[in-house]
């Protein structure tokens, strides 16, 4: 027994010094990797999301410079100066300045100029056609040819030397030019027939365009220090507005992106958000791709941030973690061993013990019968517990099998109990998640109401400094009055809504045909985004018993659904008649859309909270509960249908 026990004594031993040394030189270290290696996997994300977001903005930037080109350009053209014009060519060379235009000129639908500005301009390619409303606002490429037929000056503003290439290409100068162009409708003055307007900017040279994009996304203090972000406008790959510079501070212009941005971004029109090679740097980059009218990829915008500082910054934080981890092991190593070696023989009897315990010798014991310390003292009272245990060992094979009995009855009553259990968590889950979202709607609700004053207290102040001149805009405030009156509605009812009860509405008519056709100027734009026509059979003649808002409300919500239903385009269709229930005179309001329809799994249940048929990326699955809960408030009710043709809604309200 006691050569059979000499193995054991040594593994004690190397186990005791195993445990004392695996925290500090084998899972600290580990942990340390792993953790070092989740936070530079984090450090990286938040990098990219940050630049992600700055594309986004500098994609809107763009984007709005389009739309305020076209706007300042349409009311150029529905002016009165204009109007009553008698030097159209002197009228647009001092709109083209003053709106900081390249080029603007009037034509005919035919294609026949007008008049151009600058003076002399004759250009080539005629924009055809011009929408009703509105600005159409593009981007589009024109040749060496096309931009000298505006202006020369233009041609020359336009050309940039290629510096390196990552696509072989025989050219050496980029001739061609990135215009941002914006097409109003127009009536020429001088014959009362209709005409174009066309107005332009060169985005080639541009500087500061991607200035203040770069300004307006990285302004100071939100870099750390030594860190730098620049911006860029392509065509194709070359870089014709940058921030970027070259040795000696000169603008990169003509400088192109590396071959792989290229191809994902222009060859499959993919987003890049990765680190990217710009030119001497690597930078943590986004790029996306810019189409022209015809959806032809013809460039690309970009914003990075330097990767320089965050890798060194990565580097020190690393080093300075090693550096820590390798003084506690130099301390702390030593004195795990002296304190383990005091411990050893005890440890050993006792492991001996055990060993024999685990051959079925209930009988084994330490035999330490003297000692001050707790080991000594725990092999001790090991020996009374054995002892203790030998006796008990008895006792406990009576009591097994009266155990075992009890434990096969109690089981099946335990599977029932954890069933409802399950059943009511579920319930618990779903009511706090209800009470979470009333309290956190309360609280945005409040917080909506204070900006929404200074918005109401501004447009008041704006009408008495304007006075009469105001009148021409009275329109578009009385809008946004209506607005303003709007969401203070759609608040108070969030607040009701959150605290359950029944408010209080000042108007409690509503006309449904005048509600429907309200809705249609809030959702325009949605719908013509989605290519979806929004058409009306309204023939009711009563008021029902609503707020006019709150029916709005309902519609608008409803409309929105039916928008996200029909990606390809389609057919909103709302009618209206008045069709009595038991005998209550009241109104049938229908509304269909030509969409995929409703899943047949969620049908029954697509009015409770938190159901959407829009996935985890869609809606949030309180629109329809909140539009029963208007609709039931007021006696009436909301019922729906749907199949792979479409979706309808049939709402009925009682007559106010």
């Not at 996997?41 to 809107?60: C, E, G, Y």
């Not at 097994?400 to 109690?410: C, F, H, I, K, T």
């Not at 049908?603 to 809606?619: A, D, M, N, Y």
């Amino acid at each position: 027994m006691a050569e059979a026990a000499r193995p054991l004594r040594h593994s004690v031993r190397h186990r005791l010094l195993a445990i004392a040394l695996l925290p500090v030189l084998v899972i600290l270290p580990v942990f340390l990797g792993i953790t070092m290696h989740q936070w530079s996997l984090k450090f990286d994300r938040l990098l990219i999301a940050k630049v992600n977001s700055d594309l986004t903005v500098a994609q809107q930037y763009l984007q709005n410079i389009l739309e305020t080109a076209g706007e300042r350009i349409e009311m150029l053209a529905r002016s009165e100066e204009f109007a009553h014009s008698a030097d159209l060519p002197g009228l647009l060379d001092l709109y083209r300045v003053r709106l900081g235009l390249d080029y603007l000129y009037l034509a005919t639908p035919a294609g026949g100029l007008v008049a151009a500005s600058p003076q002399g301009a004759r250009p080539m390619r005629m924009p055809g056609s011009a929408p009703a409303r509105g600005a159409r606002n593009l981007l589009e490429v024109f040749d060496q040819a096309e931009l000298r037929a505006i202006s020369p000056g233009l041609a020359a503003r336009a050309e940039i030397a290629l510096v390196s290439a990552a696509a072989q290409t025989p050219r050496q100068r980029e001739t061609r030019g990135m215009v941002a162009q914006s097409v109003v409708a127009a009536i020429r003055p001088d014959t009362g027939a209709p005409a174009i307007m066309v107005g332009g900017i060169l985005l080639n040279r541009n500087l500061s365009i991607i200035d203040r994009i770069n300004e307006l996304i990285y302004r100071p203090g939100t870099l750390p220090p030594g860190a730098h972000a620049t911006a860029s406008l392509f065509l194709d790959d070359m870089r014709i507005s940058t921030n970027v510079t070259v040795a000696g501070g000169a603008r990169a212009l003509g400088t192109r992106a590396s071959a792989i941005v290229r191809d994902r971004v222009i060859g499959q029109g993919q987003v890049w958000l990765a680190r990217a090679q710009v030119l001497e740097d690597r930078y943590i980059s986004a790029y996306a791709p810019v189409e022209d009218s015809a959806n032809r990829r013809i460039g690309m915008i970009y914003v990075g941030i330097l990767d320089r500082p965050f890798a060194e910054a990565k580097r020190r934080t690393v080093l300075l973690v090693l550096a820590a981890f390798l003084l506690v092991a130099l301390v702390t190593v030593p004195v795990f061993l002296w304190w383990a070696g005091s411990i050893f023989r005890p440890l050993e009897k006792i492991a001996e013990t055990f060993a024999r315990l685990r051959g079925g010798d209930l009988a084994a014991r330490t035999g330490v019968t003297r000692g001050a310390d707790e080991i000594a003292g725990l092999a001790m009272l090991l020996d009374t517990l054995l002892a203790q245990l030998q006796d008990r060992d008895r006792q406990l094979c009576a009591w097994n099998d009266a155990l075992n009995q009890r434990v096969e009855d109690r089981t099946a009553a335990l599977r029932q109990a954890v069933q409802k259990l399950e059943a009511a968590t579920h319930q618990l889950v779903q009511s706090e998640k209800l009470a979470a979202l009333g309290e956190i709607s309360a609280g945005i609700a409040h917080e909506i109401n204070n900006p929404l004053a200074v918005i109401q207290g501004n447009l008041d102040v704006l009408r008495e400094i304007l006075g009469p001149a105001a009148q021409p805009a009275e329109t578009e405030l009385r809008l946004i009055d209506e607005q303003i009156h709007r969401i203070s509605q759609i608040v108070t009812r969030l607040l009701d809504f959150a605290r359950m009860e029944e408010p209080g509405e000042p108007d409690a008519a509503a006309d449904p045909v005048q509600a429907a056709v309200e809705c249609e100027p809030l959702v325009r734009h949605m719908l013509a985004r989605g290519g979806v026509t929004l058409r009306h059979d309204l023939r009711s003649t009563r008021l029902v018993r609503i707020g006019r808002v709150a029916l709005q409300q309902v519609l608008v919500n409803l409309i929105v659904n039916a928008i996200h239903a029909m990606p390809e385009g389609g057919e909103i269709r709302i009618a209206s008649r008045d069709a009595p229930r038991d005998g209550t005179p009241g109104v049938l309001l229908e509304l269909s859309d030509t969409g995929t329809g409703i899943p047949a799994e969620i049908l029954g249940q697509i009015f409770e909270p938190f159901v959407t048929s829009r996935g985890r990326k869609g809606g949030t699955g309180l629109g329809l509960s909140i539009c029963r809960r208007l609709i039931e408030r007021q006696g009436g009710s909301i019922a729906v249908d749907s199949d792979a043709t479409g979706s309808r809604f049939r709402i009925w309200l009682p007559a106010a």
